[in-house]
């Protein structure tokens, strides 16, 4: 069964850190493209940060520089390491792996909260 589990959100003060991780079961996360995604109450989902299969990164103009995401296929997961959170980084942040060959794969996590406030 393939499956997607985020964990290592809460609640955290503004200009804190937290880490997400993403742990894939069910498939090998090595061919595919692994992305972070949140949403906030009221809007639309917003691209966060992507890891290519080769470990080149790709980030959100609004997390440029404060968010990084790494990847450990040995473990099948994936990391976003959130610094310097501001109240607006508050949402469900969602994993996602994605990949058009050798045969088509795009799977989504269940989401796990962030809340940044004092």
């Known amino acids: 069964q393939v499956q997607l589990v985020e964990s290592g959100g809460g609640l955290v003060q503004p200009g804190g850190s937290l880490r997400l991780s993403c742990a894939a079961s069910g498939f090998s996360i090595s061919s595919y493209l692994m992305r972070w995604y949140r949403q906030a109450p009221g809007k639309e989902r917003e691209f966060v940060a992507l890891?290519?299969?080769?470990?080149?990164?790709n980030f959100g103009d609004s997390v440029k520089g404060r968010f990084t995401i790494s990847r450990d296929n040995a473990k099948n997961t994936i990391y976003l390491q959130m610094n310097s959170l501001k109240p607006e980084d508050t949402a469900v942040y969602y994993c996602?792996?994605?990949?058009?060959?050798?045969?088509?794969?795009?799977?989504w996590g269940q989401g796990t909260q962030v809340t940044v406030s004092s």
């Open positions: 996602n792996a994605y990949r058009t060959r050798p045969t088509t794969g795009d799977y």
């Open positions: 890891i290519t299969t080769v470990g080149s990164t």
